[in-house]
């Protein structure tokens, strides 16, 4: 029993999906042989390898280039994000050919980043297939769709029977190993459709082709803007999306990995907005760039925030007579901030959406209004009776001034947190109509409009309910 027991702990612990790390580290700088350390270290995943390489250092790294050919160290590195730093350690030589096995616009990436020179020198050791790729995908922006293509895909002509179908296939997928999914052209190379392997394979010998193809196959145009069409494809579930020339040629296609990569770049690229970043950072980004993403934005809101305490400025007198009431103005402030920030945050993923109409949008206004007003009241009057108490048994005020204290931050706390949540949702809706990126509307600029607000209900409330009456 007890050897059972122990079996069942080794599988268990078996089954805790190890990390490989370390032990591929162990080898690399062992003292095996490289051939038993190369006949080792495929034993281990491309990723495992990928992730030993930040690990190591530069002399080890360069002794792991040495043991492995050019296409494993390519399959390698596209799991890694410093990949152009690893490229950089290789001979010229062997990076070429590394190159060589890199989907083009990954080679892209790497080559756009290089001086205009180096940058020619790699240009003219490609050969003349890659160049042509390199070429084509340059041609576009690079926040264009067409920039992100591959030409790793399998195509067919219209016309043809299964069986000549099946050849064409079979010849193609010695170069391309994106087969899933086979895209029919006619004679002018026109896209008309796709055929997934499956049916293809399925299809009886006489079966007529043109019934297995599926013409309403999602698609985009090379030159559309990556942002726009994401919206569009990021919900289809197909292993590839064809990208089409003016004249509704296929010229490349998107993966599948290429798209969830760029869904996961936009999201990064909002959150950036979001917290008021003009764009994402990077762990290893130099100080000087960091900060010259943040100083903008924080100079706005440095501009803002003078304006706001002007406001309270206006209110010293208020203040003055009754200085208590500052106790609570961080607590209306921080309530209109936090609201305002969930529906720019609803409103943004609904933004999402570019077919929403205006009826749907004028919904949202008044969904959020509502949603702000409910829980402005349930909040105001909790804090109409906590605020309240607080003051007459820790403070000893009176009941008729500490309950209209209290009064005026409950009714402050709802006209801030209806505001405040109009706010958050009209912001996002008037950038768009300015044709401005919803998500430039962040975090804080809606934050500090609401501490605007919520300044003035409060302080108004106060010098009209307590001072100009009680």
């Known amino acids: 029993m007890k050897e059972k027991d122990n079996t069942v702990q080794e599988i268990t612990e078996t089954n805790q999906h190890p990390s ?26 491309e990723k495992d390898i990928s992730d030993a390489l930040s690990l190591l250092s530069v002399d080890d790294r360069k002794h792991l280039y ?3 050919d050019a296409e494993w160290i390519a399959e390698i590195l596209e799991y890694s994000d410093d990949s152009t730093i690893y490229l950089n350690e290789i001979p010229i030589q062997k990076r070429m050919a590394v190159l060589s096995h890199f989907e083009t616009v990954e080679m892209l990436d790497y080559i756009r980043e290089m001086d205009k020179d180096s940058r020619d020198i790699i240009l003219d050791l490609l050969d003349s297939e890659k160049k042509r790729e390199f070429l084509l995908l340059n041609s576009f922006n690079e926040d264009e769709i067409g920039s992100k293509m591959t030409s790793n895909y399998v195509v067919i002509d219209f016309g043809i029977s299964v069986k000549e179908a099946m050849s064409s296939l079979i010849r193609q997928a010695n170069d391309n190993d994106n087969i899933s999914t086979i895209y029919v052209l006619d004679k002018n190379q026109i896209f008309l459709g796709a055929i997934d392997l499956k049916d293809l394979i399925i299809a009886r010998e006489g079966t007529d082709l043109e019934k297995i193809i599926t013409t309403s196959y999602p698609y985009v145009y090379a030159t559309e803007q990556i942002d726009d069409c994401l919206s569009r494809i990021k919900d289809y579930s197909e292993d590839s999306i064809p990208v089409l020339d003016n004249e509704n040629k296929l010229i490349g296609v998107l993966t599948s990995q290429t798209i969830m990569e760029l869904v996961d ?21 130099p100080l000087r760039k960091s900060i010259m993403k943040r100083l903008p934005w924080l100079m706005v809101l440095l501009v803002l925030g003078m304006f706001v305490s002007s406001i309270v400025g206006v209110f010293e007198k208020v203040v003055a ?19 305002g ?17 205006k009826k749907q949008k004028f919904f949202l206004v008044c969904k959020e209004t509502r949603i702000g007003l409910v829980n402005g009241m349930i909040l105001g009057i909790l804090s109409f009776v906590m605020v ?47 044709k401005i990126d919803p998500a430039v509307a962040s975090g804080p600029l809606i934050t500090t409009i609401n501490d605007l607000v919520a300044v003035i209900t409060y302080y108004c409330l106060v010098w009209v309910l307590i001072i100009g009456v009680i």
């Open 388 to 434: 309240g108490f607080y003051l007459v048994l820790l403070k000893n005020q009176t009941m008729n001034m500490a309950f209209s204290i209290s009064a005026c931050t409950g009714i402050a706390l709802v006209v801030s947190m209806v505001l405040s949540s109009m706010s958050g949702t009209l912001i996002p809706l008037m950038f768009i109509k300015m």
């Open 341 to 357: 920030t969930q529906s720019l945050a609803v409103t943004i993923r609904v933004l999402i959406d570019e077919n929403i109409g």
């Open 20 to 45: 490989h790390q370390e032990d591929i580290v162990k080898l690399i700088k062992g003292p095996l042989t490289p051939k038993m350390k190369q006949q080792n270290l495929l034993s281990y995943h």
């Open 265 to 285: 770049d936009e999201m990064s690229e909002d959150y950036a907005k979001f917290a008021g970043l003009s764009s994402e950072e990077d762990l290893n980004e």
């Open 66 to 68: 040495t043991l492995l």
């Open 321 to 339: 007579q009754l200085p208590l009431i500052i106790a609570f103005q961080s607590l209306i402030l921080d309530m209109a901030g936090n609201v």
